[in-house]
């Protein structure tokens, strides 16, 4: 299947879904999602795939096992695409009622990786890098986000010229657009692949710098 685009009736699906996330409303409309957001979802990710690496579908159905919010739907069909040659670096693209919006970086990164990426901050030459990364996506309109501690982390100086890059525990950038008539075109792969070169930076920092874990899985959180 060739991309073409995500059809409105996608976006109807999700709007849906938001105001009935019920099982007897997935049934029903079941056939609308597989034909308007799983497949043309499939053919963008196959298409980004031989830039941009291995890519997986993530599944409709949401994880409500310790979860206060017992609706058992997404609202978002999203995928993730990763590197060749491992590391912690990925990218991602979502679409949903609100529109299309991608993204690069990590998402969760284990102890050892987050102590590997302090350490790639603080020095000068990898933490001025990512500081020349971080600026040049604001300038490209991206935003950088990730969960970060409100502190600058216990061993370094509150007034560090990077601070707000060490606070981070996680780091990506991203853009998010609201729903036009490009959405139904081709011309999202456009769109995609310039955010996902604009963020291949970020995505090869943390290959460079921070890499796999190496923790035991048992000790994976």
Do not use: C
Not at 160 to 167: C, K, W
Not at 186 to 215: C, I, K, M, Y
Request: proline share 6%; hydrophobic share 35%.
């Amino acid at each position: 299947m060739t991309f073409e685009g995500f059809p409105d009736e996608g976006l109807v699906f999700y709007e849906g879904l938001e105001a009935d996330n019920s099982k007897s409303y997935w049934t029903q409309h079941r056939p609308a999602y597989e034909e308007h957001v799983r497949a043309p979802m499939t053919a963008l990710v196959e298409e980004l795939g031989a830039e941009f690496g291995t890519s997986k579908l993530f599944r409709p159905y949401r994880d409500v096992r310790f979860a206060k919010d017992k609706t058992p739907y997404k609202t978002h069909q999203g995928a993730v695409l990763h590197r060749e040659g491992g590391g912690p670096g990925a990218w991602y693209v979502q679409v949903s009622a609100d529109g299309l919006h991608v993204a690069g970086g990590a998402w969760r990164l284990q102890p050892d990786q987050v102590d590997r990426y302090r350490r790639a901050v603080d020095a000068d030459l990898p933490g001025a890098r990512l500081q020349t990364v971080v600026d040049d996506l604001r300038r490209r309109g991206l935003s950088l986000d990730g969960h970060r501690l409100t502190r600058t982390p216990r061993g370094y100086d509150a007034d560090h010229p990077r601070a707000e890059l060490l606070r981070h525990r996680s780091i990506h950038g991203g853009r998010h657009w609201t729903p036009e008539d490009w959405l139904g075109t081709r011309e999202v792969v456009e769109r995609v692949v310039t955010a996902f070169r604009a963020l291949q930076p970020l995505v090869q920092w943390l290959h460079d710098n921070v890499g796999e874990s190496t923790a035991p899985p048992e000790r994976r959180r």
